[in-house]
């Protein structure tokens, strides 16, 4: 009773008004909420009784949570609740697909799916805050965390990341089971020089505005309650330093009123960087850009009183920071709820109904991008079926990049999958490698290839996207056979397939699909479940094509034909992609018909012309004819995934409005000029139905 009265008398001190709340802290204390700290160690319980941290990172488990929070709630002058934070990317302990493959399900119900049961299994965990989602948009494969985004295009970028926001938070993260967003890595970031991780980014201020600010504002006006400031310089100002990033767009065109976390270290790092020349001068750059929480390193705590002293920072700036810190805890319902109970872990973890979540989220991410003479689904009367690869009983890899407290334990393979599928009549003749002796004995050979989970994330970037050599003769060998053949994929990453990608008759991306990635698998190989999904991002067919992406401007001489001899082309390789962003396939077909263009809409049929039910993704991409800009050859405006059955077909109209037509023009203003726009509508960027209107 005692607790309960006490956490109500400190509750109503918070919630009433935390601006007296902060009018009652020594500077220590308002030092101390800037603070976060990556353990539990008694060194860090020591200063969260003295009121001197406001976070932690990693610390996992309710009932670990619960101590450390009881230190801080019972045990501290002022009674201010930790935030317990942690990077919960694609699942907590029951994994989804990786969020590059989740947002090949171009649709983003199934991103907020996830992200809901992220939030859950997390909160059970004792966790309010996670730093996800990653909203960079990525053009460079070879950058090893285009596995944590959403692909390369704007638009499809800032749909994911709204329904990641709604996942994790709700309508309101005070509520059991839901926990604090984090947009990141803001800004830039994933224009690494490269592909390295990282490395320095330079992109104008107008790219900035049209294509890697968007998804961040997306994520803002979807109520988002914290950012995390890149590691990168941009333009020679690094993210934890900039004041024109953080402080005039995000705070004042924005008028976000969250709070900013630096990544992991990036306050110390600004060092390295070259622009502070020790940690106070370090300090003093990310509290003037608004940089509120400093992960990890403890630059803000050593020397912000000295900076204080100096007048090098304001009482104003650091209350400021204080104050949005402790807006987002109350939002959170930290003093209402400081602590977990301890038995949701066991009563939410890997229940049936998120492990059926997992199943169907993977199902939807899946593209099948080539499937030549119908080799897919496996015939029904296929009762033995080869399985090699050495991914095809991984259950590590399955997991992907950001496992988090997932357990390897608790996946489902490839072999389990296909196993249960088949029953106790039908067999698996599985082995890693090339065992064709198993390919003759058997009525379909299932290849499962691709990327060890370990080759892609935060500092696994690639200076080569090919397929392992072994893998990629172990494909040829069994082609080699003339036998019934597919090829499953793993990774997180798009590759350069070569010869596989032009040979192989069936190809599935699978990216890495989680805990119930195997029988999500066996679901698309058999024809349960047919695929609909799309690439988020350009396959090149080369490296040197890279980077590579579909919305790239025309050049002066776009007019010329490819085999010009001074037309913008490779001399030893087409311009075109392997494979383009936008495109899968399906076990059916589906057409586009009746085309209707108007400054408002666009309006277009589809219908099911094959004989299954099936998903199709389409896709509306404008051109600005004449601007007083450059623009785009191309650029999504808006799609839509639909259900058919067989002989089905619906009317889909997509609005066209300012939000849609308008650019940065030379002066930076956004608006919209007068011309004329061609529209296109497509199940891929690469053709479709075109038409044209004039503003």
Same mark, same amino acid.
């Given at each position: 009773?005692?607790?309960?009265?006490?956490?109500?008398?400190?509750?109503?001190?918070?919630? %009433?008004?935390?601006?007296?709340?902060?009018?009652?802290?020594?500077?220590?204390?308002?030092?101390?909420?800037?603070?976060?700290?990556?353990?539990?160690?008694?060194?860090?319980?020591?200063?969260?009784?003295?009121?001197?941290?406001?976070?932690?990172?990693? @610390?996992?488990?309710?009932?670990?949570?619960?101590?450390?929070?009881?230190?801080?709630?019972? *045990?501290?002058?002022? /009674?201010?609740?930790?935030?317990?934070?942690?990077?919960?990317?694609?699942?907590?302990?029951?994994?989804?697909?990786?969020?590059?493959?989740?947002?090949?399900?171009?649709?983003? %119900?199934?991103?907020?799916?996830?992200?809901?049961?992220?939030?859950?299994?997390?909160?059970?965990?004792?966790?309010?805050?996670?730093?996800?989602?990653?909203?960079?948009?990525?053009?460079?494969?070879?950058?090893?965390?285009?596995?944590?985004?959403?692909?390369?295009?704007?638009?499809?970028?800032?749909?994911?990341?709204?329904?990641?926001?709604?996942?994790?938070?709700?309508? #309101?993260?005070?509520?059991?089971?839901?926990?604090?967003?984090?947009? /990141?890595?803001?800004?830039?970031?994933?224009? @690494?020089?490269?592909?390295?991780?990282?490395?320095?980014?330079?992109?104008?201020?107008?790219?900035?505005? *049209?294509?890697?600010?968007?998804?961040?504002?997306?994520?803002? #006006?979807?109520?988002?309650?914290?950012?995390?400031?890149?590691?990168?310089?941009?333009?020679?100002?690094?993210?934890?330093?900039?004041?024109?990033?953080?402080?005039?767009?995000?705070?004042?065109?924005?008028?976000?009123?969250?709070?900013?976390?630096?990544?992991?270290?990036?306050?110390?790092?600004?060092?390295?960087?070259?622009?502070?020349?020790?940690?106070?001068?370090?300090?003093?750059?990310?509290?003037?850009?608004? @940089?509120?929480?400093?992960?990890?390193?403890?630059?803000?705590?050593?020397?912000?009183?000295?900076?204080?002293?100096?007048?090098?920072?304001?009482?104003?700036?650091?209350?400021?920071?204080?104050?949005?810190?402790?807006?987002?805890?109350?939002?959170?319902?930290?003093?209402?709820?400081?602590?977990?109970?301890?038995?949701? %872990?066991?009563?939410?973890?890997?229940?049936?109904?998120?492990?059926?979540?997992?199943?169907?989220?993977?199902?939807?991410?899946?593209?099948?991008?080539?499937?030549?003479?119908?080799?897919?689904?496996?015939?029904?009367?296929?009762?033995?079926?080869?399985?090699?690869?050495?991914? %095809?009983?991984?259950?590590?890899?399955?997991?992907?990049?950001?496992?988090?407290?997932?357990?390897?334990?608790?996946?489902?393979?490839?072999?389990?999958?296909?196993?249960?599928?088949?029953?106790?009549?039908?067999?698996? !003749?599985?082995?890693?490698?090339?065992? =064709?002796?198993?390919?003759?004995?058997?009525?379909?050979?299932?290849?499962?290839?691709?990327?060890?989970?370990?080759?892609?994330?935060?500092?696994?970037?690639?200076?080569?996207?090919?397929?392992?050599?072994?893998?990629?003769?172990?494909?040829?060998?069994?082609?080699?056979?003339?036998?019934?053949?597919?090829?499953?994929?793993?990774?997180?990453?798009?590759?350069?397939?070569?010869? @596989?990608?032009?040979?192989?008759?069936?190809?599935?991306?699978?990216?890495?699909?989680?805990?119930?990635?195997?029988?999500?698998?066996?679901?698309?190989?058999?024809?349960?479940?047919?695929?609909?999904? /799309?690439?988020?991002?350009?396959?090149?067919?080369?490296?040197?094509?890279?980077?590579?992406?579909?919305?790239?401007?025309?050049?002066?001489?776009?007019?010329?034909?490819?085999?010009?001899?001074?037309?913008?082309?490779?001399?030893?390789?087409?311009?075109?992609?392997?494979?383009?962003?936008?495109?899968?396939?399906?076990?059916?077909?589906?057409? =586009?018909?009746?085309?209707?263009?108007?400054?408002?809409?666009?309006?277009?049929?589809?219908?099911?012309?094959?004989?299954?039910?099936?998903?199709?993704?389409?896709?509306?991409?404008?051109?600005?004819?004449?601007?007083?800009?450059?623009?785009?050859?191309?650029?999504? /405006?808006?799609?839509?995934?639909?259900?058919?059955?067989?002989?089905?077909?619906?009317?889909?109209?997509?609005?066209?409005?300012?939000?849609?037509?308008? !650019?940065?023009?030379?002066?930076?203003?956004?608006?919209?000029?007068?011309?004329?726009?061609?529209?296109?509508?497509?199940?891929?960027?690469?053709?479709?139905?075109?038409?044209?209107?004039?503003?």
């Amino acid at each position: 009773m005692k607790r309960l009265l006490l956490l109500a008398l400190t509750g109503a001190i918070a919630l %009433a008004a935390p601006t007296d709340l902060v009018a009652q802290m020594t500077l220590e204390e308002k030092l101390g909420q800037l603070q976060q700290r990556l353990t539990d160690e008694p060194a860090t319980v020591a200063l969260v009784r003295a009121g001197r941290v406001g976070s932690t990172l990693s @610390v996992l488990g309710a009932a670990r949570c619960n101590r450390l929070q009881r230190v801080a709630v019972e *045990e501290s002058r002022l /009674k201010i609740p930790l935030l317990f934070g942690f990077d919960v990317i694609h699942g907590y302990r029951t994994i989804f697909p990786v969020p590059l493959g989740e947002a090949a399900s171009w649709d983003p %119900a199934m991103a907020e799916l996830s992200a809901s049961v992220a939030a859950r299994e997390a909160y059970a965990a004792g966790l309010r805050w996670t730093f996800a989602p990653m909203v960079d948009v990525a053009r460079d494969p070879r950058w090893g965390r285009v596995v944590e985004g959403a692909g390369e295009d704007p638009v499809l970028v800032s749909a994911m990341a709204r329904a990641r926001v709604r996942g994790f938070q709700g309508t #309101d993260y005070s509520q059991p089971g839901r926990v604090v967003a984090c947009a /990141k890595h803001f800004v830039a970031y994933g224009a @690494v020089e490269a592909g390295r991780d990282y490395n320095s980014t330079d992109v104008s201020e107008r790219t900035l505005r *049209e294509v890697y600010l968007p998804p961040f504002k997306t994520a803002v #006006d979807a109520g988002v309650g914290t950012l995390m400031s890149a590691f990168t310089d941009l333009g020679g100002v690094p993210g934890s330093a900039n004041v024109f990033t953080l402080d005039e767009v995000l705070r004042r065109e924005w008028k976000f009123d969250g709070f900013v976390v630096s990544d992991y270290s990036s306050v110390e790092e600004l060092i390295h960087h070259g622009i502070a020349a020790d940690g106070a001068e370090a300090a003093e750059l990310g509290l003037n850009a608004g @940089v509120d929480m400093e992960m990890v390193s403890e630059n803000y705590n050593q020397h912000g009183a000295a900076l204080l002293a100096a007048g090098k920072v304001t009482p104003e700036q650091i209350e400021a920071s204080v104050r949005r810190i402790l807006l987002v805890k109350q939002r959170a319902g930290l003093w209402e709820r400081p602590y977990t109970e301890e038995g949701l %872990a066991d009563r939410w973890f890997l229940s049936a109904d998120h492990r059926k979540a997992a199943r169907r989220v993977a199902v939807s991410s899946m593209v099948l991008l080539r499937n030549e003479r119908n080799r897919l689904p496996i015939p029904a009367q296929a009762s033995t079926i080869a399985l090699l690869g050495p991914l %095809a009983d991984s259950k590590v890899d399955l997991l992907g990049s950001w496992e988090a407290d997932g357990k390897a334990a608790d996946v489902v393979t490839v072999r389990e999958g296909i196993q249960r599928r088949l029953g106790a009549a039908g067999k698996v !003749l599985y082995a890693p490698g090339p065992r =064709l002796d198993l390919v003759q004995k058997a009525d379909y050979t299932v290849l499962v290839v691709g990327e060890p989970a370990r080759w892609s994330g935060e500092a696994r970037s690639r200076s080569d996207l090919s397929l392992p050599a072994d893998q990629v003769r172990l494909i040829q060998a069994v082609h080699a056979t003339r036998k019934p053949y597919c090829v499953v994929l793993m990774n997180g990453r798009p590759l350069v397939l070569g010869w @596989v990608a032009e040979n192989c008759p069936a190809l599935l991306e699978a990216w890495y699909p989680g805990t119930e990635g195997g029988n999500a698998v066996a679901d698309v190989l058999f024809g349960d479940q047919n695929p609909g999904g /799309k690439l988020p991002m350009t396959f090149p067919r080369v490296l040197g094509q890279v980077p590579i992406y579909y919305n790239h401007k025309a050049t002066g001489r776009s007019n010329l034909p490819p085999d010009h001899t001074f037309a913008s082309k490779y001399l030893d390789v087409s311009n075109e992609p392997q494979f383009p962003f936008g495109y899968g396939l399906s076990y059916t077909t589906f057409e =586009l018909s009746n085309l209707k263009v108007a400054p408002g809409q666009v309006e277009v049929t589809l219908t099911n012309t094959g004989l299954r039910a099936g998903d199709e993704v389409v896709q509306v991409y404008l051109h600005d004819v004449a601007a007083s800009v450059t623009r785009p050859v191309k650029e999504l /405006k808006a799609f839509q995934r639909v259900t058919l059955g067989p002989g089905q077909q619906q009317r889909l109209t997509f609005p066209l409005g300012p939000e849609q037509l308008a !650019l940065w023009d030379r002066s930076m203003h956004w608006r919209v000029e007068p011309g004329v726009f061609t529209v296109t509508v497509g199940t891929s960027s690469e053709g479709g139905l075109t038409g044209e209107f004039r503003i």
